[in-house]
């Protein structure tokens, strides 16, 4: 009866942990952000509450910010679990966590994942590394495994690959034992290389069909236009796979090649995506460059510098510093 009652009151202690009242960057009008003081968000039955500790940034955030006035903005996050919604097993209060908030969003003290967007944080990543995991991991893992059926020896060419999406595939790829050829602008050429990219082209200065041909598997993370010139690169039975539209489906056909995005609809979830990359992470063989970390009320300035298109990695909201050590 005693340990009923004790973690009876451990779980009603938890309940209680988090305040009433929280700060979040609250979009405005035409997608104007601000600090606000808003309601902490509960977690339904399948969902936990977390406090953050940083958010990452990605270009959605802004793509979609004016569909989204008066919500907290942002989706990718990484913190600690403070609270179990109805239902949840397998997880407790005080666990580090990354994962996808994106009803309660993620520029906030406070935000609500559900367990099948949820994963251990990297012991091998602070929360601010942890933070730019989410979308760009598990849109790389899953462009490269279940669309594009990545197989050690192939080759693959990545553009856009010092992005957060490319940069991300580049080390999927990697550990896979792929060879990788990485576009990039000359300034990011070397830190291509540093992630273990075999071939390197600088897109201004070279047209990459020009340098490559009858690649296994190309991802295209930087725009149509990629896309079009990218089908006679690949091999016939080859594969295109692009996160910035649909390849043209005739072109693909005659080149006899498949081209398609990534589709979360089939395969493994999104929650097992994220703990693949985990543990990638935790065997030394993912890392996340951060590029620049912004408190909350410099989160429109981050916003600027995504929109730029030039970032080396990602961008970092940091919204409680919390322990030095990244284990916490």
Not at 17 to 42: F, N, R
Not at 182 to 198: P, R, Y
Request: with cysteine; charged share 20%.
């Amino acid at each position: 009866m005693r340990s009923i009652w004790l973690a009876a009151l451990t779980f009603s202690m938890a309940a209680l942990a988090a305040p009433e009242k929280m700060k979040g960057v609250q979009i405005g009008a035409g997608g104007t952000l601000s600090v606000q003081e808003v309601a902490v968000p509960k977690p339904g039955a399948g969902e936990v509450l977390i406090k953050v500790r940083a958010a990452g940034v990605n270009p959605v955030d802004w793509k979609i910010a004016a569909s989204r006035a008066g919500q907290i903005a942002g989706t990718d996050v990484a913190g600690v679990i403070d609270t179990l919604g109805e239902g949840v097993t397998g997880w407790k209060p005080g666990d580090p966590v990354l994962g996808f908030a994106r009803q309660s969003g993620s520029y906030a003290e406070y935000a609500v994942i559900p367990v099948n967007a949820l994963a251990h944080k990297p012991k091998s990543l602070t929360f601010e590394q942890a933070a730019g995991v989410p979308i760009a991991a598990e849109t790389a893992y899953r462009s490269l495994h279940e669309s594009g059926k990545l197989q050690k020896g192939q080759t693959v060419l990545i553009h856009g690959a010092a992005g957060g999406v490319g940069s991300a595939a580049v080390q999927i790829a990697k550990a896979a034992g792929a060879r990788v050829i990485g576009t990039a602008s000359a300034n990011n050429l070397e830190f291509l290389k540093s992630l273990g990219v075999d071939q390197t082209i600088d897109y201004r200065a070279q047209k990459f069909e020009d340098a490559v041909k009858k690649v296994d598997l190309v991802l295209n993370t930087a725009n149509m236009e990629t896309n079009a010139r990218s089908v006679a690169v690949v091999r016939e039975g080859g594969v295109l796979v692009s996160i910035v539209g649909p390849p043209d489906e005739a072109a693909c056909a005659a080149a006899k090649i498949r081209c398609l995005r990534p589709d979360r609809a089939t395969g493994a979830s999104v929650a097992e995506q994220l703990e693949r990359v985990k543990e990638l992470a935790d065997a030394g063989q993912f890392k996340v460059v951060v590029d620049g970390v912004y408190p909350m009320a410099d989160a429109a300035k981050a916003w600027e510098k995504s929109r730029e298109g030039h970032t080396r990695g990602k961008l970092i909201i940091q919204v409680s510093e919390g322990p030095t050590k990244k284990h916490q």
